[in-house]
């Protein structure tokens, strides 16, 4: 298997501009999870998914952020408009199974740059 | 809620030599799932060791092993044999059992092999 695939690995934007990040989750899992990584924060959940569905979204900064799960191979994380602070390393990662303590594998992130 | 706190933001190590990373954390749960990640300058994050709460034995993998005290909710990871490969920042994380997959990271450490 190839893996979590995220897209773009880097993205340089203009604040108010609108930023889709997309992600691939390992063919066969049932867990996604979006996080943001900053050096201020550290490592954030902002949303997950079980089979599709948005478990939790209490991470999510604020209305310009929203996730999508239309299938189970296929996520998006929108910011809409960006901002500056929004500038930071988004990860995807999926896990094989919910309520399990299986591994967490992740993507290699997305560089988001907000000028 | 859980909190994860790892007090070493940066550690060195010569190679060859041994290192103890600390984590503690804070929770009211009995069962739960602790891990330490491990991101390397590629920014991917890959599993090192996981531990249930309900055993007692330490796990270890290779030259990972791990110090898990739950009565003092500390959980320290230590490298043996240090490798110039170990070089990273490593993330002490923690799952409630049953929690739907949801992990709670700490800050991280990050380590510096030295030839």
């Known amino acids: 298997d190839a893996g979590v695939i995220q897209s773009p690995r880097h993205e340089v934007t203009e604040m108010g501009q609108e930023v889709t990040l997309r992600c691939k989750p390992i063919?066969?899992?049932?867990?996604l999870f979006w996080y943001r990584q900053t050096m201020m924060r550290g490592l954030e959940l902002l949303i997950y998914?079980?089979?599709?569905?948005?478990?939790?979204d209490s991470g999510m900064p604020e209305d310009r952020f929203s996730a999508k799960m239309p299938n189970a191979s296929f996520s998006t994380l929108k910011i809409q408009p960006s901002e500056p602070r929004d500038s930071a390393v988004y990860f995807c990662?999926?896990?094989?199974?919910?309520?399990?303590?299986?591994?967490?594998?992740f993507g290699e992130g997305s560089r988001l740059t907000v000028l | 809620a859980q909190t994860v706190t790892q007090s070493q933001p940066e550690m060195s190590v010569q190679e060859a030599e041994t290192v103890t990373l600390s984590c503690t954390y804070d929770?009211?749960?009995?069962?739960?799932?602790l891990f330490w990640y491990k991101q390397p300058p590629s920014r991917q994050m890959i599993l090192v060791i996981r531990?249930?709460?309900?055993?007692?034995q330490n796990a270890t993998e290779n030259r990972f092993s791990v110090n898990f005290q739950k009565a003092a909710k500390s959980f320290s990871l230590k490298i043996s044999d240090s490798q110039l490969g170990d070089t990273a920042m490593y993330f002490c994380?923690?799952?409630?059992?049953?929690?739907?997959?949801?992990?709670?990271f700490g800050g991280g450490t990050r380590l510096m092999v030295k030839p």
């Open positions: 990662a999926s896990m094989a199974s919910p309520n399990s303590a299986g591994e967490l594998f």
């Open positions: 063919s066969g899992h049932n867990s």
């Open positions: 998914f079980n089979n599709n569905v948005p478990i939790d």
């Open positions: 929770t009211s749960e009995n069962n739960y799932y």
């Open positions: 531990q249930e709460a309900y055993k007692q």
């Open positions: 994380a923690f799952m409630r059992y049953n929690a739907g997959n949801m992990l709670t």
